[in-house]
């Protein structure tokens, strides 16, 4: 919201600076965008005197001009402007100025073989209006040779950023208002008599929609003239960023900008009938004023009258009844709209605009006879007219809230104790109602929805009295070492993270919501999909049920702008949804894997891609640095429908917990993504980790060397091929836990001397001696079980 100090001042008393006042509304909770000051970039602008105007002897449309900066010293000026004429008094651009709206520095140059040195500008040149079809034409008692800058006068323009829960700082005057409690000046009070009417009104208002439009208040005006509205309105709108129109427009953009209050003025001679607040019926649409047609659903409010839609109620109004340089009577319109059913027609529509910025905040609904009578006075002082009475339909939602408040909350929770009489004389600077000793009663303003507690009440008074004033508490400190503060989940993800980038992967941090297709796509049959009723953006309307589909996204970006080799990880939450609506958090890593894997070289010539086992080896060695037992992992298929099915596959804890999935990604995820060429990935779930056994302290066990060298044997097994060899090494490792602490596959043959179907996988299996050296029995009887162990999976030793 931008307003310009000028504009303040209309409603606030005081001699403070641009500066002091910044700092007041950053202190209050108003943060401040910028500070400008148009002025500033006009110091090189000169006022001139146009002594004579010849015709450019190269161009019809052009005038050599000598000028007059009062020192003596015409310069000659090429001007295009229609006119330029000889004794008018303008502004020059001389040389070495920049013209604030483009940047271009002013030089001498000639042009069409003239010299010219320097530039006459026109108002939208200096960044002052939309003028430009003439150069800018001063009064003639305009001092010649002086700044420009000096003679407009130093005007700085606030631009201030208002939060959701301030709707009574969308206004200058709520601005002022908060500027006057923290004692930086007097707040003026709100001037607006009634203009009493002078005949009936000739139109039926009313509201049929009570729910919407609990409220709506209107009177005309009639014999009125819409023309250009005075200098310093036009001035006000500018310096808040709008564009002057007509009187009657800018009026109304001036009530709302200056008091929060939207207000719309409508031509009545384009209105036939009753004037009604409804809800829109079926195929009904509205042509709006930005020029685009919008086609209405039932449940939205509108403003109509017996033929048509004038009015997307409290957003926007239509082209058909807007005001023109024609228009000689009016109707006006103040009225209370709910602030959700606003929000709700705005976000269906996307159809943004202040009106619904502040309707949809929530405006004061004791507000509607002073706004009309705003509207009324400004119109009636500059346009003139009579007005007719006023008719109110409906009753504005006027809640009296009482807030209980014990005025030493200031001092517990707000942890600055404030005087009871600087507290009273806050809440009373700020429009609140205090009664009672003790325990006081607080009566909050309207215009003041966001505070319903004690607490809010402590917000208004620490906020106003300094939050500088606070003073910094250390928390306390238990004696002695300091206990750890993280969970063990988030130990583990700390060192997850850790592995993970050290591996070489990239951490990316994705948005928790996804576009509704990409969720679809990794969706599950056990859980449906969170779906925001209200989302910020179709971009942002799922709530992921994977890690994957983000990191997805993310890769193919870096891909599309030249990327060879993307290695990303997240950790983070996927949401799921069971039976009955039940919700949960899980939490969750995952890897993607994408492009080069190693750059060609010299040996290939080619580089290589990225395969199923480069997934399975970042899958198991992140598992083992969260403390799975990946020994006793069982490699298993149904990652899922988005993984190649040849390609994939599960690392579980028994048949039935799935500690990870890992592969290649199915060619028809990849088309979904967008994607080429293979793609590997991990993901594991790390709410399935089963827990670590506490040692009972955190020291760790001493580590004792065995005393005795280790033995290894190596065993040949025929086995079929449909039998994973990580099957077989489990095996092996279960058959004597006593003794087995160790086994690996280091040969898988097939080919002369083994039968079709089958392979012979050959095993190192260490062994490792406790209390005595193996004898020839001992060994025997390992060896018999390790062979046992393994003919239950139809494996038999290789002679």
Known sequence: MKFALSWLKRHLDTTADAATIARTMTSLGLEIESVGDTSAALSAFRIARVL??????????????????????????VCGAPNARAGMIGVLGVAGAVVPTNGME???????GVESNGMMCSARELGLGED????????????????????????????????????????????????????????RPILADHAEGRFACPVDIRTDDAEGCP?????????????????????????????????????????????????????????????VARKARAGETVLALNGRDYALEAWMTVIADDVMVHDVAGIMGGEHSGCSAATTDVLLE?????????????????????????????????FLDTGLDLLTALILEICGGEPSHVVRAGTPPVADTLVAYDPALAGRLGGVDVPQAEQRRILAALGFGVSGEGLWRVAVPGWRPDVDGAADIVEEVIRVHGLDAVPSTPLPRAAGVAKPTATPMQTMERRLRRAAAARGSNEAVTWSFLPEAPAVHFADDDHALWVLANPISEDLKVMRPS???????????????????????????????????????????????????????????????FDAFDAKAEALALLAQAGAPVENLMVMGEAGAQFHPGQSATLRLGPKTVLARFGMLHPATLKAFDLAGSVAVVELFLDRLPARKSAGGFARAVYAPPALQAVTRDFAFLIALDIPA???????????????????????FRGVGVPEGMRSLAIE???????????????????????????KLGGTLRG
């Open 52 to 77: 004579t105007a010849e015709r450019h002897p190269q161009a019809d449309k052009l005038q050599v001009l000598s000028v007059d900066l009062g020192d003596g010293a015409p310069l000659q000026v």
């Open 106 to 112: 002013l030089r001498k140059s000639a042009i069409r």
């Open 132 to 187: 430009h079809d003439g150069i800018i034409e001063l009064p003639a008692d305009a001092p010649v040779g002086t700044s420009y800058a000096d003679y407009l006068g130093s005007d700085p323009v606030f631009d201030v950023s208002i939060t959701p829960n301030r709707p009574d700082c969308m206004g200058v005057y709520g601005i002022a208002r908060d500027l006057a409690a923290a004692g930086l000046g007097t707040l």
């Open 215 to 275: 409220a709506f208040y209107g009177r005309v005006i009639r014999g009125l003239h819409n023309g250009p509205s005075p200098q310093w309105l036009q001035d006000a709108l500018k310096s808040a960023g709008q564009r002057p129109i007509s009187a009657l427009v800018d009026i109304s953009n001036f009530v709302m900008l200056g008091y929060g209050r939207p207000t719309h003025v409508y031509d009545l001679a384009k209105l036939s009938g009753a004037v």
């Open 334 to 366: 103040v009225a209370y709209f709910d602030p959700a059913s606003i929000a709700r027609t705005g976000q269906a529509l996307a159809l943004t605009s202040d009106a619904r910025g502040r309707f949809e905040r929530g405006v004061d609904p004791g």
């Open 547 to 609: 890690l994957l589909p983000g990191l997805l996204m993310a890769a193919k970006r870096n891909l599309d702008r030249g990327a060879d080799s993307v290695r990303l990880f997240e950790i983070g939450r996927r949401y799921l949804r069971g039976a009955g609506g039940a919700s949960a958090e899980a939490p969750s890593l995952a890897i993607v894997l994408a492009g080069e894997r190693a750059p060609r070289d010299w040996q290939s010539g080619k580089s290589a891609g």
């Open 726 to 748: 990580a099957d077989v090494v489990r095996a092996v490792r279960g058959a004597d836990k006593a003794n087995v602490v160790g086994a690996r596959v280091f040969d898988d």
């Open 765 to 791: 299996v260490r062994l490792q001696p406790v209390d005595k050296s193996y004898d020839d029995a001992a060994l025997k009887g390992i060896a018999d079980r390790i062979v046992a162990a393994v003919a």
